[in-house]
Every structure is written in structure tokens, then in C-alpha cells.
């Protein structure tokens, strides 16, 4: 269920960058400046599409590059916006690349409409990925896609990660247990401890876990 989860989660993101950069570019055409002459002649929308798709190929291209299709969970809505713009800069200058070398100086790109188009992808795709996140939050916290967790360590490092999760259920995940040398068997904040360090791969593999969080600021990093 989570893998599925994750692939519709992945493919709708994916979609949704795909359409934001059609728009873009739209606007980015209507925004264009039409000069003063009465000669000028602006080509159709239709003169326009073969570059558009080469700029949503690069556009693909360069977010698969930077992984972002690789969805990390409570990561904040302004650090995904700083992460799309390096991935929205290289997508334009690749887009721009495609265009050259497929089409020579046969089409015409004012430079005024690439600025454009950058700025409209900045705004657009980012939009587009703030409701995805709030959707998918929203299907997270309804238990849809949710993520199996074992906690290490059930001292206070390891109780104040539950209580997170608890409190953040936008995060999709659901602990099962913890695991814990001194409290092996019992129960605690009305989670069990599943076992001993000891048991890490057995627990796993019964409980089907999905992660395990690492709660023992003690520990060295050998152990």
C-alpha cells in the first residue's frame, strides 16, 4: 500500500509539473512585447509547441536529476521552494539548449519571453507543488500511504519522536514499537517495546517496517 502510495504520489507530482510548465510558457507567450510596427508579425501559439515540449522534456530531465520526485516527508513548504529553483534555472538554460540545437535559428525565442517563462515556472510550479504537499498531508494523516516506524531507543530522545509523530500526523507515519535493551517487553507512552537492539532485523521483518529512527544519543557511531 505505502510503495503504491508513494508511485500515485510521484506520477500526480510529476503531472502536476508537466501542466505548470505548459502554462508558463503560455503566458509567457501572451506576455511577450508586441513592438509598435505595424509590420510586426507575432507567430500563432501553434508556432510555439514543438519548444514547448522540449522545455517540459528538460524541465523533467533536470527535477529527476535533483530527485525531486523523491517525496521526503516533513520537509517545509519553503525549503521544497528553494530546492525547485536551482532544478527551475538549469530546466530553463537545458529547454533553451533543446530548442537551439533542434531548431537553429529557424524560431523565434525573444530572450524578454525566457525571462518570462522562468519566472512564471518559479511561480507556477511552486504553486502547483504547495497543493500537491497539502494534499498529500491531508492523505497522510487519514492513514492513506502512511509509513510503518520503528523507534530505536525508548528513552527520552526516543519519547520525544513519538509524541512528534503523534501530534504531526500530516507526516504519514505510524510507529509500531520501539526496541530497547533496559525495557525490553514493556510498554511505554502506550507503545510496546517489541524487544532487544538484538532483535532489529527479526522485528523488521515480522512487523513489516518500513523505517527505523535511530533514538539513542548515547550510542557511538560503531555501535
Not at 38 to 66: C, H, R
Not at 97 to 123: G, K, N, Q
Amino acid at each position: 500500500m505505502r510503495r503504491h502510495a508513494q508511485w500515485i504520489f510521484a506520477s500526480t507530482l510529476l503531472g502536476v509539473d508537466m501542466v505548470m510548465t505548459c502554462l508558463a510558457f503560455l503566458l509567457a507567450y501572451l506576455l511577450r512585447p508586441r513592438d509598435a510596427t505595424p509590420n510586426q508579425v507575432i507567430p500563432p501559439f501553434t508556432y510555439y509547441v514543438g519548444m514547448m515540449v522540449l522545455s517540459v522534456l528538460g524541465f523533467v530531465a533536470a527535477f529527476f536529476f535533483y530527485k525531486l520526485y523523491h517525496l521526503r516527508r516533513g520537509m517545509s513548504r519553503l525549503d521544497e521552494l528553494y530546492s525547485i529553483l536551482p532544478a527551475i534555472s538549469i530546466s530553463v538554460i537545458v529547454g533553451v539548449a533543446f530548442t537551439a540545437f533542434v531548431y537553429r535559428s529557424e524560431i523565434d525565442y525573444p530572450r524578454v519571453m525566457i525571462a518570462y517563462f522562468w519566472m512564471l515556472s518559479l511561480a507556477l510550479i511552486g504553486l502547483g507543488r504547495l497543493v500537491h504537499g497539502a494534499i498529500r498531508a491531508s492523505l497522510y494523516a487519514r492513514g492513506w500511504g502512511e509509513s510503518r516506524m520503528l523507534i530505536v531507543g525508548a528513552g527520552d530522545a526516543g519519547n520525544m519522536i513519538l509524541e512528534k509523530i503523534r501530534t504531526s500526523p500530516q507526516l504519514g507515519y505510524h510507529p509500531i514499537g520501539f526496541l530497547d535493551d533496559a525495557l525490553a517487553h514493556q510498554t511505554v507512552l502506550g507503545l510496546p517495546v517489541l524487544g532487544k537492539l538484538e532483535n532489529l532485523g527479526e522485528v523488521v521483518r515480522q512487523y513489516r517496517i518500513d523505517e527505523v529512527i535511530i533514538a539513542l544519543p548515547e550510542a557511538s557511531h560503531e555501535d
